[in-house]
């Protein structure tokens, strides 16, 4: 019904910056948020920054405070993540998070996407 397609995980070196893009498409649906998570090697999945739908209120992780930005295209249904300064520590795969309900359904719940790979080394 929705899928949610995220692009532009890559090696980066440290200091570097990197733009990942998170397409929602499929269905007719209503977002109500939009999340960024990352997973590194042997650790859990953690949050990195989410903005509201409608208003387009940011949170973010501590970690990533300053450094990172999340925004939005609400026409194209697309969430970015701009990570500036990157550290080696950032490395890990980047997951695009989706607060929606498809139109008709009156059920909201959360989709994920297939995760992009963001390696920082030099």
């Known amino acids: 019904q929705v899928q949610l397609v995220e692009s532009g995980g890559c090696l980066v070196q440290p200091g570097g910056s990197l733009r990942l893009s998170c397409a929602a498409s499929?269905?007719?649906?209503?977002?109500?948020?939009m999340r960024w998570y990352r997973q590194a090697p042997g650790k859990g999945r953690e949050f990195v920054a989410a903005?509201?739908?409608?208003?387009?209120?940011?949170y973010y992780a501590d970690s990533v405070k300053g450094r990172f930005t999340i925004s939005r295209d609400s026409a194209k249904n697309t969430v970015y993540l701009q990570m500036n300064s990157l550290k080696p520590d950032n490395t890990a795969v980047y997951y695009c998070?989706?607060?929606?309900?498809?139109?008709?359904?009156?059920?909201?719940?959360?989709?994920w996407g297939q995760g992009t790979q963001v390696t920082v080394s030099s």
């Open positions: 903005i509201s739908w409608s208003g387009g209120s940011t």
């Open positions: 499929g269905s007719s649906f209503s977002i109500y948020v």
């Open positions: 998070n989706a607060d929606l309900s498809v139109t008709g359904t009156m059920i909201r719940r959360d989709y």
